[in-house]
T-cell receptor
């Protein structure tokens, strides 16, 4: 099993550009999450989804959007990238009662 | 919102020493999790705690879920070089009908051989 796969691993964006961070899991998990990790800090929840077609805001949703059209995919969209969005982004998934499985992250720099 | 205070922020120890780190909060959590993060990787689960007072071991790692449900500690015995990394505590809580994780700031462990 691949687990949680994130692409790309690295990206540099110019201010005002947009991009989509991809996240795919092959474990048939209903719950999926997007976190951001700033240097020297823990992870903060951006958006989450409890199943296909259902998404909700986390702690720091501003500047981001998500969609969940399938169980497997949970892309994170950045519109009008800002320097404050420079961070490492992690996607995670879990079953209803199981532990979280994290992807290896996307390191994003906005210049 | 819920916040976790993790300490210490960093530790510099000699190989073979024992390590102890903890997390505290003013909020109650129904699950405590401890993760390790290696450079360039996502967090990997070390130990999960589901009941207040629970003491769980995983090899050289031992963690406890505090009786008040507001704190947890992680001990690593006889540290080895591969223990180097950042350790995060995370508390799971039901918010707006969904289980969510709240993370501590991390403890960076450095080991001198």
């Amino acid at each position: 099993n691949a687990g949680v796969t994130q692409t790309p691993k690295f990206r540099i964006l110019k201010i005002g550009q947009s991009m989509t961070l991809q996240c795919t899991q092959d474990m048939n998990h209903n719950y999926m999450y997007w976190y951001r990790q700033d240097p020297g800090m823990g992870l903060k929840l951006i958006y989450y989804s409890v199943g296909a077609g259902i998404t909700d805001k986390g702690e720091v949703p501003n500047g981001y959007n998500v969609s969940r059209s399938t169980t497997e995919d949970f892309p994170l969209r950045l519109e009008l990238a800002a320097p404050s969005q420079t961070s490492v982004y992690f996607c995670a998934s879990r079953t209803r009662v199981g532990g979280y499985t994290f992807g290896s992250g996307t390191r994003l720099t906005v210049v | 919102g819920q916040q976790l205070n993790q300490s210490p922020q960093s530790m510099f120890i000699q190989e073979g020493e024992d390590v102890s780190m903890n997390c505290t909060s003013s909020s109650i959590f129904n699950t405590w999790l401890w993760y390790k993060q290696d450079p360039g990787e996502g967090p990997v689960l070390l130990i999960a705690l589901y009941k207040a007072g629970e003491l769980t071991s995983n090899g050289r790692l031992t963690a406890q879920f505090g009786i008040t449900r507001k704190d947890s500690f992680l001990n690593i015995s006889a540290s080895i070089p591969s223990d180097v990394g950042i350790y995060f505590c995370a508390g799971q809580v039901l918010i707006q009908g969904a289980q969510k994780l709240v993370f501590g700031q991390g403890t960076r462990l450095t080991i001198n051989p």
